[in-house]
């Protein structure tokens, strides 16, 4: 099971860090990643990690605000958020990939995902 957490109010420009933990060993993923949903729309993605070497990919959308990071020790995934934007709210997910990071951008590349936490940004 994947279990995110940290999600909250924050106001317009300001950080946030959410963090997702497997409850227990979530194999040997290629890949982890985030992904934002809003009510009446498709998730989008908004950040990837290499589970292994640590690349980091990230759409033009987040680029140089967002950052994911992961603790493999702790089998925990992060990602950092800064600058927030009203556009930022929305339920956040993580989720678990066997494709290459690189490649790994669509909800159908992902085969496991957790429940979400919610981020509103506003002023």
């Known amino acids: 099971q994947l279990v995110e957490s940290g999600g909250g109010l924050v106001q317009i420009g300001g950080p946030l860090t959410l963090a997702c933990t497997a409850s227990e060993d979530i194999g040997h993923p290629n890949t982890m990643g985030w992904f934002r949903q809003t009510p009446g729309s498709e998730r989008k993605w908004v950040a990837a990690i290499s589970w292994g070497e640590g690349s980091t990919y990230y759409p033009d959308l987040v680029k140089g605000r967002f950052t994911i990071s992961r603790d493999r020790a702790k089998n925990t995934l992060y990602l950092q958020m800064d600058n927030l934007k009203p556009e930022d709210t929305g339920m956040y997910y993580c989720?678990?990939?066997?494709?290459?990071?690189?490649?790994?951008?669509?909800?159908?590349?992902?085969?496991?995902w957790g429940q979400g936490t919610q981020v509103t940004v506003s002023s």
């Open positions: 989720a678990r990939s066997y494709f290459a990071a690189h490649v790994a951008t669509m909800p159908g590349h992902f085969d496991f």
